[in-house]
Structure formats: C-alpha cells, structure tokens
C-alpha cells in the first residue's frame, strides 16, 4: 500500500505513522530535499500491532485469512491503512487498538511530472 509522506533527511520520510529511515530515491532527494512529498510503499505485515504504542487505530473491518487476519484499520486522521496480523490478535470490529510501523526495507516514490521516478 502506498501511503503519503514527506522527505525529512536523505535517508528518513515522514509519514502519519511515523518516522521510517530507509531508501529515498536518489532523484527525490536531488529533486526536491527536505520536505518533498513522496508516496511511500509499506507491506501489510509492515504495520504490527504493539498496545503500549501510542499510535492508536479503530479496526473498520476484519478479514480472516486462515492463519492470519486483514485488518483495515482507521487512524485517526481517517487514513485507513491495511494491516495483515496473526490469528491470535483477534480484535473486534470498531476496537481501538496500539499499532505501529515495523518496516525492515522502506521505499519512497517522488511523483514528478505525472510520473514515477
């Protein structure tokens, strides 16, 4: 999923969840340096549920995938984000629950002239 983020150093993007250090895109950081908008690429499993977090999230929906569920979870902002946790984090729809990012590998997208670069 992509989310919205913006360069914060050569190697770090801020987005709603977070600060994430990671791989900005060589043409982003000379394009546009601190600041630049970016879309940022995250997995499902990237975003884990942790209850001492304070990033908190409303589950809207929840699907069971055998030994995992996909959860749709809803920020605050109203951002939804996807999550695809284990089975035995079984949380009920409309349940507010501690999240956070636990990405090992971060990609940033610079959107420059209706095209990716």
Not at 71 to 80: I, M
Not at 84 to 106: C, K, M, Q, T, Y
Request: hydrophobic fraction near 45%.
């Amino acid at each position: 999923m992509l989310l919205p983020g913006r360069v914060l150093a050569p190697r770090q993007v801020g987005i709603e969840l977070g600060i994430l250090n990671g791989n900005v895109p060589e043409q982003c950081i000379a394009g546009c340096p601190r600041g630049c908008k970016v879309d940022v690429l995250l997995r499902l499993d990237d975003i884990v549920c942790d209850e001492a977090s304070s990033m908190k999230a409303r589950i809207a929906a929840k699907a069971f995938r055998g030994a995992e569920f996909l959860y749709t979870l809803e920020l605050d902002s109203g951002l939804r984000v996807l999550s695809l946790l284990p089975s035995h984090f079984d949380h009920a729809v409309a349940e507010r629950i501690g999240i956070r990012v636990e990405a090992n590998h971060v990609v940033a997208f610079h959107e420059e002239g209706g095209g990716w670069t």
